[in-house]
T-cell receptor, first 109, second 114 residues
Framework: SQQGEEDPQALSIQEGENATMNCSYK?????LQWYRQNSGRGLVHLIL?????REKHSGRLRVTLDTSKKSSSLLITASRAADTASYFC?????????FGRGTSLIVHP | NAGVTQTPKFQVLKTGQSMTLQCAQD?????MYWYRQDPGMGLRLIYY???????DKGEVPNGYNVSRLNKREFSLRLESAAPSQTSVYFC?????????????FGQGTRLTVV
C-alpha cells in the first residue's frame, strides 16, 4: 500500500496561476519530501520539510506540513509551462523511501 | 558529476528471457533502491540495499533478484521475464539509510516484455 497519497490526481491550470497539490500519509514521519518527474525522466528532488517544521519555501515553491492531520501541501506560485510534470510526495523516517501515485500538473501557456 | 546511471535505457525481451539492469552511483551513497513505475500505480519498491553487503525485499520482489556488487553498483536481474514485468524501472540512492536526505534517481530503463 502507498504511504503517501497525492491529491488531486490531475490538475490543469493556465500559466501565471498558482497550483496546489496535497499529500496525505498514514504513519509518523521524520520528514516529507516532494519530487518532480518530467515525462519519461527520473524523479528530481524539490524540497524536504522536517516533522518539526510547519512551512518551508524554496523559490516559487511553498510546502506546508500538518503532522496532526498527517498531510502536506505543495504550492507552486506563478506557474510556468515548464512546471508541467508529475509531482510526488515521499515520506522519510520509515527507513524506506515510499512514494505516492503522484499529481499530474499541466500548465497551459 | 554523473549521479545515478542506469543501463540500458530501453530493452525489449521475449517472455522467458533473462536480463540484468545495471545501476551505478558516484556520490558515495550508502543506500540504493530499485523501483518500478506503472501507469496509475506510482513507484513501487522492488528491492533495496541499506548498505554495501545487504539487500532486502520491498513491496513487489517476486520475479526479481538483486546484487549489491560494491558500494557503487546495484543490479536488478529478471531471471525469466513475464509480460507483467513490462514497466519503467528506476534506480535511486540516498546518502543515509534513514531517508533524512534527498534521493537521487537514474533516468530509468523502459522494459517491454512480449
Amino acid at each position: 500500500s502507498q504511504q503517501g497519497e497525492e491529491d488531486p490526481q490531475a490538475l490543469s491550470i493556465q500559466e501565471g496561476e498558482n497550483a496546489t497539490m496535497n499529500c496525505s500519509y498514514k504513519t509518523s514521519i521524520n520528514n516529507l519530501q516532494w519530487y518532480r518527474q518530467n515525462s519519461g525522466r527520473g524523479l528530481v528532488h524539490l524540497i524536504l520539510i522536517r516533522s518539526n517544521e510547519r512551512e518551508k519555501h524554496s523559490g516559487r515553491l511553498r510546502v506546508t506540513l500538518d503532522t496532526s492531520k498527517k498531510s502536506s501541501s505543495l504550492l507552486i506560485t506563478a506557474s510556468r509551462a515548464a512546471d508541467t510534470a508529475s509531482y510526488f510526495c515521499a515520506t522519510g523516517g520509515s527507513y524506506i523511501p515510499t512514494f505516492g501515485r503522484g499529481t499530474s500538473l499541466i500548465v497551459h501557456p | 558529476n554523473a549521479g545515478v546511471t542506469q543501463t540500458p535505457k530501453f530493452q525489449v525481451l521475449k517472455t522467458g528471457q533473462s536480463m540484468t539492469l545495471q545501476c551505478a552511483q558516484d556520490m558515495n551513497h550508502n543506500s540504493m533502491y530499485w523501483y518500478r513505475q506503472d501507469p496509475g500505480m506510482g513507484l513501487r519498491l522492488i528491492y533495496y540495499s541499506a548498505s554495501e553487503g545487504t539487500t532486502d525485499k520491498g513491496e513487489v520482489p517476486n520475479g526479481y533478484n538483486v546484487s549489491r556488487l560494491n558500494k557503487r553498483e546495484f543490479s536488478l536481474r529478471l531471471e525469466s521475464a513475464a509480460p507483467s514485468q513490462t514497466s519503467v524501472y528506476f534506480c535511486a540512492s540516498t546518502r543515509t539509510w534513514e531517508m533524512n536526505t534527498e534521493a537521487f534517481f537514474g533516468q530509468g530503463t523502459r522494459l517491454t516484455v512480449v
